[in-house]
């Protein structure tokens, strides 16, 4: 295997019917984090910065499983969506500064919004990725050209 074959993986189209959910569900994730910006932001800046981060890379992630439709954004995807449930386990968990009340609340309404749409990212994502691409199978540059007639060697 030559160093441009797991490049050219990594960024070839897919066509997976998977990417309409993923980017549905990854834009879904945004949104949910919007209204919490403000709150985070007076409560906890950094926290604030983090979903500012979060939103918009789930933003672009969103566009990129549309347009892009690659290996790399599938498991973009999965890592930063999975990072996003670990950092909601973790907040509900421990007492981060500045966000103690958020110990316990693991049934904050768009929290179990955004922990749905992630776990369903990460979710689809492998499985796009474990899936075959539907790609138009490549041409054997041996075969027989079918306008020209020609053999190619």
Known sequence: MTAAAPSRWL???RHSPWRWLLAGATAL????HVPEIGPHLRQAPYMGEEVIVLTAACLLLAVAALV???A?????TALTCGLAIV????TRAIAFPELQDDVGNWLEPLGVVSILAESTDVLTAVIALRTTSTSVPRRDPRAVTENAGIRVR
């Open 11 to 13: 960024w070839t189209p």
């Open 29 to 32: 994730a945004a949104l949910a």
């Open 68 to 70: 892009c439709d690659s």
């Open 72 to 76: 790399a954004a599938y498991a973009l």
């Open 87 to 90: 950092g909601y386990v973790a």
